[in-house]
């Protein structure tokens, strides 16, 4: 009898859907460990962690690999409307997230999810320019045309997304970042193979790392590594281009398939808690979407303009918005962009 018994404990899980296992799929050193083992601690669920470098390489997963069965991922902005309009994500029910009150409504309801039927603030920040200042003195750089110096010859830095380095571009040209017109995205793609013998590497996953070992001076980076190379080196500058800044919203989404979708409301709730979204934005450099959060962090931290800029910063940024498909168009001269020599 004793063996009977023992025999349903440990079948429960697979009859019933109950599992104390959470998988997440987020961000390259998106989210401290310390609050992965609390999470474990309180909860008793186990995290399964794994990451990726790009909303691409996310989306290509999600979109293709019908065996993945992840619980939480975290796609940035205009990913959210083209995953909910594809049938990827499940829509999100706040009764089960008391702590959603704590987020700040600015960062709410924005057009790529009016009603946060799908996604809820992770973290926010700013793709901008990265430079160092011991080598190219202070105030060195200023925009983003800036990038296209020829004495910055095989020294600069861009990310490996593709929206980004076209919303580069086209700010650069005057254009908006969330351009749609295919002349004025040729006309982008023409001004970028001008910059290509600047270009020493392609970067996503860790820019602090290159910017730290001085294999390129200057480029694009995130706001968040860039605060965090601040720890081992001051002189990495983050600057606010003239052109204006390109932002971003990371948001907690629950997959389709989901298979621990209780879990993934424990773990979005238990992320929303003040204590936690201050550990996060502190360790991790990125402005936190909790109003709750900020007032728990240190003054030096909510006055660091890298994390939270002020309105002069913001002057000119834009949030990216899905492009329907003119991300065609993108993709073909995003591929040339990369193969040129």
Sequence with gaps: MKKV????LLMWPMLFGASNVLYVYNW????PQKVIKQFEKETGIKVKYSTYDSNEAMYAKIKTDTKSSYDIIVPSTYFVSKMAKEGLLSPIDKTKIPNFINLDKTLLYKPFDPKNDYSIPYLWGSTGISYNSALLGNGAVTSWADLWNPKYKKSVLLTDDLREVFGMSLKVLGYSA???????IEQAYKKLLTLKPNVKVFNSESPKQVYLSEEVKLGMNFNGENYMANQESPDLKYVYPKEGIMLWVDSLVIPKNAK??????KFINFI???????????EIGYASPNTASIKLLPKAVQNNRIIY?????????????????AIKVYEKYWERFKAQK
């Design 309 to 325: 800029p002020n309105a002069q910063d913001l002057k000119n940024s834009e949030f990216q918005i899905d492009i329907g498909s």
């Design 28 to 31: 390259s050193e998106y989210l």
């Design 178 to 184: 969330n351009d749609t017109d295919p002349a004025h």
């Design 5 to 8: 018994l023992l025999s349903l």
């Design 272 to 282: 929303l808690r003040p204590e936690i979204g201050k550990i996060i934005s502190q």
């Design 260 to 265: 621990n979708v209780d879990n993934a409301y």
